[in-house]
């Protein structure tokens, strides 16, 4: 019996997720008195061994050209076969991209039970009870999972990274992989710019900002501080920005560490997306905005006076 954590990858480089991931299915093996191994698909140019250091054993890879870009459907087939290799009762996925579109796969596949969105390490006590977010992070549900094997997905920033001294075996699984029912053809990404979804650093504005016009406050302190950039649904709506950057209960979901919003009202739709982030930011004129509820940090002020001042105090920080 062990822990399995599945280790996300991109472009060869374990993501940070994954390592959030580890330290949770860790803590999981250490609670049920088994051990933490990963599994990582398709080619990883980091040193896998170094996996050691957030608590996992042993590192299990899957190679091949079929597995280097992600096939929800190819990997759950291939995660099912190597649950059963490894006898593992506890799955951990982070809840990201990847994990939204594997972990339900292979729970069906496996009737296995799977919460997704957890926030807490499971309650052993009496069965094995894992705490989740609810209604947009409005409420919680403590959801026992029956089944013999385990699936979790556990929300990004819900969990410490915890780092020990120790190293990784790493082996190939020899697994049959199948045949893909589809094909990628092209990947085209959006370049120069920071992925939202992975992002440390957000920046966001709101109608407050009057028009696409003004984004120069918005991608100007994005660029100096390395930051994504993304919009409320209404900003989107009307055109200033690309849907793609749109957060929120129709939008993206995210949590990184800094959410800065400028020039929102923190609708309670827009609040479900961005609710998750660790220290929220918020400039806005009017001092009455539901945003600065969910704030850690306010300004109350014109945004096209507040945020030039940030930025000249930013390059002047940065010595530019
Ligand atoms: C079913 C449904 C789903 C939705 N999903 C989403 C979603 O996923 N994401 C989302 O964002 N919205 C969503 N919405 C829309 C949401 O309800 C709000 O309408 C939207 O978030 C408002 O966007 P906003 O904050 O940019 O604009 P507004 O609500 O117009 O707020 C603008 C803010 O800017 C401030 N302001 C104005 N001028 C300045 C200035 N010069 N300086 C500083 N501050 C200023 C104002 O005080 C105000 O607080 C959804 C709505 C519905 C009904």
Redesign the pocket.
């Known amino acids: 019996m062990s822990v399995l954590i599945f280790l996300d990858q991109s472009e060869g480089h374990i993501k940070k997720n994954s390592f959030e991931a580890a330290s949770y299915g860790a803590k999981v093996a250490e609670l049920l008195g088994t051990s933490a191994e990963g599994i990582v698909f398709g080619k990883v140019n980091d040193d896998l061994t170094a996996m050691g250091a957030y608590g996992l054993k042993k590192i299990h890879t899957i190679s091949g050209e079929a597995v280097n870009e992600l096939d929800s459907q190819v990997f759950a087939n291939v995660l099912a076969q190597a649950i059963e290799i490894i006898a593992a009762k506890v799955v951990v996925f982070a809840n990201n991209l990847d994990g939204k579109s594997i972990a339900p796969r292979l729970s069906a596949k496996l009737k296995a039970g799977l919460v997704s969105g957890a926030v807490a390490l499971p309650d052993i006590s009496n069965g094995f009870v894992v705490k989740k977010n609810v209604f947009s992070g409005k409420a919680f549900a403590n959801v026992s999972i029956n089944t013999d094997v385990k699936i979790i997905s556990l929300n990004p920033n819900s969990y410490k990274i915890i780092t020990t001294d120790g190293t990784a075996e790493v082996a190939e699984l020899n697994i049959q992989i199948p045949g893909a029912k589809v094909k990628v053809t092209a990947v085209n990404k959006v370049s120069g710019e920071i992925p939202l979804a992975e992002a440390e650093l957000v920046i966001s504005?709101?109608?407050?900002?009057?028009g696409a016009d003004n984004w120069h406050l918005i991608t100007d302190l994005a660029k100096l501080l390395g930051a994504a950039t993304a919009?409320?649904?209404?900003?989107a709506d009307a055109g200033w920005r690309p849907h793609h950057e749109?957060?929120?209960?129709?939008?993206l979901a995210i949590a990184p560490n800094l959410y800065f919003a400028?020039?929102?009202?923190?609708?309670?739709?827009?609040l479900?997306?961005v609710n998750r982030s660790k220290v929220i930011v918020v400039?806005?004129?009017?001092s009455e905005?539901p945003?600065f509820k969910a704030a850690d940090y306010g300004i109350v002020?014109?945004?096209?006076e507040?945020m030039p001042k940030i930025i000249e105090a930013v390059k002047k920080l940065k010595g530019i």
């Open positions: 504005g709101g109608r407050g900002l009057k919009c409320s649904r209404a900003v749109h957060v929120g209960q129709t939008g400028v020039g929102m009202s923190g609708a309670i739709q827009h479900a997306g400039v806005n004129k009017d905005a945003f002020g014109d945004a096209f507040v």
